[in-house]
């Protein structure tokens, strides 16, 4: 499955010049399946939105969002307060969940939009609600997030975490997160409904587990990388067994040899210090 974590309209020229509709295209025949409002969706006008919804091949998950007018479903018949997704059959379930910091991290007009700070209670009751309906797996999809703490941050951890590697709960790393709305939130998710965290906001890269077990991704920004969640799902049981996670994966179709860094990441990008650049393929 493919899945977005919100802000996909306010950047690229291009973007801009088109009010969002090239991306909305692009996306559409990536073949995403969710998408979650990021702040920088209200930069455009409400009718600018509504045609970006309408014209998208995927819905938009809005669990945590509602009109202030009558408290119904934002944008109404645009978009859903969960999904439910297929994949090689088992039901998915999706919970959106969008930044209460939009209010002040946006240009547009949110005077007629309410957005819950008790990202906690609703993810709770309506993964509740996804595993009453039979989804075997229920996501997280946030446009929300943290950064790693700065006194964890230091070249080391910065190469480890830039390493495209396979990670599950024995050999990740467990950064040290900035305290907020965002870090408690995952670690009092209750795993028994939750099986994975997707985020974004920040504009950060960061893959780890909770103390709880529950895997959390959030990839950067700009799509410079890629991240891939693995659940492995047994049949018999009807449960999760394994979760790990890729990455990152750099999309860019060079990397230098030794970093393994797509260029414009890189300062000093010079062959002397980083290596030559090659193509780079994924998985190798």
């Known amino acids: 499955m493919v899945i977005d974590s919100g802000d996909?309209?306010?950047?690229?020229?291009?973007?801009?010049?088109?009010?969002?509709?090239?991306?909305t295209s692009t996306f559409n025949q990536l073949g995403y399946q969710a998408t979650v409002f990021g702040n920088h969706e209200f930069d455009l006008s409400q009718d600018n939105l509504q045609d970006r919804i309408e014209q998208s091949a995927f819905p938009w998950v809005?669990?945590?969002?509602q009109n202030t007018t009558d408290g119904a479903e934002f944008y109404e018949d645009a978009s859903v307060k969960t999904e439910v997704l297929v994949s090689q059959g088992v039901k998915v379930g999706v919970v959106g969940l969008t930044t209460v910091k939009t209010y002040f991290t946006t240009s547009g007009d949110l005077t007629s939009v309410d957005i819950s700070k008790h990202y906690l209670?609703?993810?709770?009751?309506?993964?509740?609600?996804?595993r009453r309906q039979?989804?075997?797996?229920v996501i997280v999809n946030g446009h929300i997030g943290s950064r790693m703490d700065p006194a964890s941050v230091n070249a080391s951890s910065l190469q480890e975490l830039y390493t495209n590697a396979i990670r599950d709960e024995n050999n990740s790393t467990q950064y040290l997160?900035?305290?907020?709305?965002?870090t408690d939130f995952i670690e009092r998710l209750d795993p028994d409904l939750v099986d994975g965290v997707l985020a974004g906001h920040?504009?950060?890269m960061l893959h780890q587990f909770t103390s709880r077990g529950i895997p959390v991704l959030i990839t950067e920004c700009y799509a410079k990388y890629l991240q891939?969640?693995?659940?492995?799902?047994?049949?018999?049981?009807?449960?999760?067994?394994?979760?790990?996670?890729?990455?990152?994966?750099?999309?860019?179709s060079q990397v230098f040899r030794d970093r393994a860094l797509c260029d414009v990441d890189i300062k000093d990008n010079s062959e002397e210090t980083n290596g030559p650049l090659e193509d780079y393929s994924f998985h190798g």
């Open 8 to 23: 996909q309209f306010t950047g690229s020229l291009l973007s801009q010049y088109f009010n969002g509709s090239v991306v």
């Open 62 to 65: 809005s669990s945590n969002l």
């Open 121 to 130: 209670n609703i993810t709770h009751h309506y993964a509740a609600q996804l």
């Open 134 to 137: 039979g989804c075997q797996v």
């Open 177 to 182: 997160l900035q305290e907020g709305r965002f």
């Open 202 to 204: 920040t504009h950060n």
């Open 228 to 252: 891939l969640l693995y659940l492995d799902f047994d049949t018999s049981s009807g449960k999760v067994i394994h979760r790990s996670i890729e990455g990152p994966v750099p999309v860019c």
